[in-house]
């Protein structure tokens, strides 16, 4: 992993509240890079964020609303925040229900700008 990647996903796991930080491969869930707590099962959450991010780019395509952007999904327990960054690259967020999602979407943006 390049240095570039580790700075932007320690600054996304440095917001208070997230547990976690993984960038994917979109078409197959793969782990690229991550940071997560040990409590975290990474290779799962790799796996169904980017599921996700395929179903919920479909869907964004099928009802004509645009190209999807971010998914923000909210349980009891906690948060998950998808966004696709670069031709089949997911960037999955995990975090804790009171995470300030506006700030680490401000740092899940970064890490855009830090892709080859």
Known sequence: MTEPL????D???RV???RGALLVTGDDGLIVADAVMDSVRGDAVAALGANLA???AKTCECSGVGNLQFVHLQSVQGTLLVMPLAEEVVLVV???KDVNVGLV???MQGMAEVLP
């Open 94 to 96: 995990i975090g804790d």
């Open 11 to 13: 600054k996304i796991t």
């Open 105 to 107: 979407r401000l740092e």
């Open 16 to 18: 208070r509240g997230v």
């Open 54 to 56: 395929t179903r919920m």
């Open 6 to 9: 580790r700075q932007s996903l």
